[in-house]
């Protein structure tokens, strides 16, 4: 296959949104690198590279120690809560709005694509916008618990029953949001492009759904820094800042 050049892509991914009846967005961390929030598993960047995620971030880990859990995740929510979208979820938001967006499946908890404007954004791995009691289930706002821990840091508990609140962010080894995991099921399912931006698709179920989508007959398009493994399937790979592409892709589908 010839070398097609960055603005050659650029021009094919705007070719098929045109040409595509239903076209969805699939993001991970790292189209919230370009507005301040660390990915994962970026080489020298990513949260994991010197903690556990099993330990910190996992149910068991935050039922044995929550306070590990709020420690770790502290400076992520200060960040998290000061964070603006960044053109890459502008963009998105603006591909909806245009109507060549059916809608959005993220792995993200920091909830730029809401603030951008996005309408249909399937959260699988939840938000901060909530925190439960993990004792009796009651559900409180979550920005004023987070901001009160970052400032007293102590693991914030349930008024009722004195239990410990955990944000409805979704730990390893939790079940998935069912509706947000089927709704995206189905719009992984009905797509025939998907767009794949920033995410390294090495966390199941989430990092399924591309698959799913190519297995029943979507076009994949990814948009990534490092390769990952769904490039082979890929209609058009471009290795470079979302926030640089995205916005080029809006632009092209507005000239003609
Ligand atoms: N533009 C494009 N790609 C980027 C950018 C950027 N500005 N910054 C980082 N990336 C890429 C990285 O190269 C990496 O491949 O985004 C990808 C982010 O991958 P991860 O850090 O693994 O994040 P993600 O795929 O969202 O992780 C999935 O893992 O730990 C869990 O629950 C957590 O939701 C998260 C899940």
Not at 173 to 199: N, Y
Request: hydrophobic residues 40%; proline residues 6%.
């Amino acid at each position: 296959m010839i070398q097609e050049t960055l603005s050659q892509k650029i021009n094919h991914i705007a070719d098929l949104i045109r040409q595509t009846q239903h076209t969805v967005a699939f993001t991970g961390a790292g189209i919230s690198t370009e507005s301040g929030i660390p990915d994962f598993r970026s080489p020298d960047s990513g949260l994991w590279r010197n903690v556990d995620p099993m330990t910190v971030a996992s149910i068991f880990g935050f039922k044995r120690d929550p306070k590990a859990f709020y420690d770790w995740v502290a400076p992520l929510t200060r960040t998290t809560i000061n964070a603006a979208p960044n053109p890459s979820h502008i963009a998105l938001a603006e591909m909806e709005q245009r109507g060549h967006l059916d809608g959005i499946i993220t792995q993200n908890i920091d909830m730029l694509h809401t603030r951008a404007g996005s309408k249909t954004v399937f959260e699988l791995h939840g938000h901060m916008r909530e925190a439960t009691c993990i004792n009796c289930f009651k559900v409180y706002d979550g920005k004023p618990i987070l901001e009160k821990f970052l400032e007293d840091s102590k693991v914030p508990t349930c008024e009722t029953c004195n239990g410990v609140l955990k944000p409805n962010v979704i730990l390893f080894g939790e079940q998935l949001p069912v509706r947000e995991f089927q709704g995206a099921q189905d719009a992984a399912r009905k797509c025939d492009l998907m767009i794949i931006i920033g995410s390294s698709l090495e966390v199941e179920p989430a990092g399924e759904l591309p698959r799913l989508a190519y297995r029943t007959g979507a076009k994949l398009v990814i948009v990534n820094l490092e390769p990952t493994s769904a490039d082979k399937l890929a209609e058009v790979v471009i290795h470079a800042r979302a926030a640089e592409i995205l916005p080029a892709i809006v632009r092209q589908l507005e000239t003609n």
